[in-house]
């Protein structure tokens, strides 16, 4: 239920005051869980095929690079369960503040990691496991911070300030990728000796201001009211897969196509233009950076429409450009062009992925009860995060490995997109709809 409709006119104004602080605590919070997360694929696509594994193939080396980036995604649904199980359980607020710990000391520790030469294999083991502990954390994030706004919410404006939360992963992203475009003007020696280390070794002092944040914040009235009535799911995991399998598997697959292109478009790219079409690191991060942006603007507005002609309609808008961009993504790529390069980039994320990714996180919520929401969103969304975009840019890589060429690629993507397509027709439509 909306929150400014539990109080007399009097308490409004405060009120508003009251989900404004709410709204830019969640998305500090999560930009700096993002900027932790999405650093390392950046380092995936520029570093880690380079010092953490074997010298030999360079391909086989981005596939084993990718492999352990398909880890953090993997370990997603786990950090899910884990903090969705006690964020209905004990509440919001506490998971939020102890994600961020465990997301934080995975970067730092990833920042003084040996590399292949100094210690061998052990130095991708130690990779993964700290890669592991990244997507615990944020696993277990993502579902609390959009449920600390979408409980306190008008119900009009649930879709648009469900989606400002998301704004975190551009603001995130452009903090992760402004690093790596800084430390990569250094000579190539110095940046794959040290010059790497540094965007995860200063993400500890992102990690304190994150902290600091999110202990001021208080707890939703929704989950207050199950506590006040005694109706505290006991175990969330087992209602949600004994009760509620159709929203569970509607908001897995409604992730789908959105993560397949957030990893293709953001990640996969990098390494295609780089070691493939023989393009700058600079150009291609560029490109990224200019696509973080625009979704600053992209998504309030984008979840703003949502509330205006409903999360449906935009989710098809979305999987039909997905489909249809799926080849002529990769033939303006290889152009090789600067500015047809960075405009492909831009427009792939902007329309493949942030329609959807800024509607998703309202709507994700909306399709469980309060009692259950912090474990069924965050499980829906991990485990399609987990089944397309960890896998995504391994399966591109190994599929262009395969064919010598990217139309396998494009097909997956729009495979990807009628998935999803298939799961909004049959999902409910819940703008302005009250929250049960």
Known sequence: ???????????????????????????????????????????????????????????????AAFGTYAVGFLARPLGAAIFGHFGDRVGRKAMLAITIIVMGLGTFLIGLLPTYQQI???????????????????????????LMVVENAPVHKRGLLGSMVQV????????????????????????LSWGWRVPFLISILLVGVGLWIRLSME???????????NEVAKM?????????????FTAVCLKISEIAYASIAGVFIMSYATSRLGLSRGLVLNGAFIASFVALFSIPLF??????????????????????????MFWLLDTRDPTIVILTIVVAISFGQMVMFGIGAPWYSELFTARLRYSGASLGFQ?????????????????????????PVSLFLIACALITAIATSVAPEMANKELT
């Open 168 to 191: 975190g992963n551009p603001i995130g992203n452009l903090a992760a990728i402004g690093m790596f475009a800084l430390v990569s003007q250094l000579p190539d020696a110095q940046f």
């Open 1 to 63: 239920m909306a929150v400014a409709e539990d109080f007399s006119p009097a308490q409004i104004p405060s009120e508003a005051a009251g989900l404004r602080r709410i709204l830019w605590s969640s998305v500090i919070g999560t930009a700096v869980e993002w900027y932790d997360f999405l650093i390392y694929g950046a380092a995936t696509a520029l570093v880690f095929n380079k010092i953490f594994f074997a010298a030999g193939d360079p391909a086989l080396a981005t596939i």
């Open 120 to 146: 061998g294999v052990a130095a991708p083991v130690l990779l993964v496991v700290l890669r592991f502990l990244q997507g615990i954390g944020l696993g277990g994030e993502w579902g609390g911070a959009v």
């Open 219 to 229: 707890e939703t009235p929704a989950f207050r009211q199950i506590k006040a009535k």
């Open 236 to 248: 969330p995991i087992v209602d949600i897969f004994k009760y509620h399998r159709r929203p569970f």
């Open 303 to 328: 979840g703003w429409l949502s509330d205006k002609i409903g999360r449906k309609t935009m989710f098809f808008a979305s999987c039909l450009f997905s489909a249809l961009f799926a080849f002529p």
């Open 383 to 407: 485990v399609g995060a987990a089944l397309s975009g960890g896998l995504s840019p391994l399966i591109a890589a190994s599929l262009m490995t395969w064919a010598g060429a990217t139309w």
